[in-house]
């Protein structure tokens, strides 16, 4: 067996001139890199921390936006609503105007047949059985006024009081110096009135 020649002291050495290069130690490594980990860290903190601002004020002003969009949307929804409510109101109003209208003016024929029989019973000799008629017509004529007073339908004033043609109709003309211009001086056929709605004119005698 051979053995390796021992290597002397001196070629252990560096050469004169000759640069050595030293490793830098572990631990140096180390704290460096931790350093740089720390600083870069730190970097990303305040870049988050200068951007939240940022955010939190785009996300309250959308906040906001979004807040008066819904607010403007609830205003139109209430005005719709209340124009609806008001339009449905008007329209069954008008209905059931329209509704009592027809009524009365179908019923008015049987008002006019009452009112004439309490005529032709006052020109007619007066005895207990006349008498009895009479009250029992006039009785059934004072609840069928009442009924409609009830409703709103009123008798249309006409004798004595100045022509006017939204309410009178006219049929007949006198000249009389004991009248005054354009007065009534006779009602052949009562009118009747609801609120502002002629149901039917008065038929009258005018003067002058």
Known sequence: MKKEPKRSEREDQP????????EPALDSVSEETERTDTLDEENRSENREDDEPETVESETEQLRME????????????????N?????RQEKEALYADSVIDVVTDW????DNLERALAA????????????????VEMVLKQA?????KEGVKK???????????????VLHIDDEAYGEQ?????????????DRVIRHSIVKVAN
Do not use: W
Request: include cysteine; hydrophobic fraction near 35%; glycine fraction near 8%.
């Open 15 to 22: 050469e004169v001139g000759e640069v050595v290069t030293e």
């Open 67 to 82: 807040l008066c969009q819904l607010s403007d949307k609830h205003m139109r929804l209430m005005a719709e609503y209340d």
């Open 84 to 88: 609806f409510r008001r339009r449905t």
């Open 108 to 111: 008015l024929p049987v008002i």
């Open 121 to 136: 019973a006052g020109q007619v000799e007066e005895n207990d059985v006349i008498a009895q008629f009479r009250q029992g």
């Open 145 to 149: 006024c009442d009924t409609l007073n």
């Open 156 to 170: 249309i004033e006409a004798l004595g009081q100045t022509f006017d043609p939204n309410l009178h109709s006219a």
């Open 183 to 195: 007065e009534i001086v006779e009602e052949l056929e009562t009118g009747y009135i609801r609120g």
